[in-house]
């Protein structure tokens, strides 16, 4: 009932820019956070960054002053801009939300996945 899709990955040089963006469709009543994990192979996934509904950003200290995470409360889309990629930031990123289908501010909101895009920084 709930979809993330995501789009925006690619291959680019050391130094180079891209921009991922996710959206989230479905039956949706809010989504708290929305966010931004990488996975490598042979290691767990990690959370890059994350966004509250009121605009809180968290960052994981590789990519502080490098990403910009950003969302469209209006089209439930999360964007994640990175400047100045590093061949260590090569992965397949992951979009993450906690999202309420229905007005229930006594539960946990529900977390989803998107399917994933590969992100390859060559150097």
């Known amino acids: 009932q709930v979809q993330l899709v995501e789009s925006g990955g690619g291959l680019v040089q050391a130094g180079g820019s891209l921009r991922l963006s996710c959206a989230a469709s479905?039956?949706?009543?809010?989504?708290?956070?929305m966010g931004w994990h990488r996975q490598v192979p042979g290691k767990q996934r990690e959370l890059v960054a994350s966004i509250t509904v009121r605009g809180n950003t968290n960052y994981a200290h590789s990519v502080e002053g490098r990403f910009t995470i950003s969302r469209d409360n209006a089209k439930s889309t999360v964007y994640l801009q990175m400047n100045s990629l590093k061949p260590e930031d090569t992965g397949v990123y992951y979009c993450?939300?906690?999202?309420?289908?229905?007005?229930?501010?006594?539960?946990?909101?529900?977390?989803?996945w998107g399917q994933g895009t590969q992100v390859t920084v060559s150097s």
């Open positions: 993450n939300a906690n999202i309420y289908q229905t007005y229930s501010p006594w539960d946990r909101p529900d977390g989803y």
């Open positions: 479905g039956r949706i009543y809010s989504i708290p956070t």
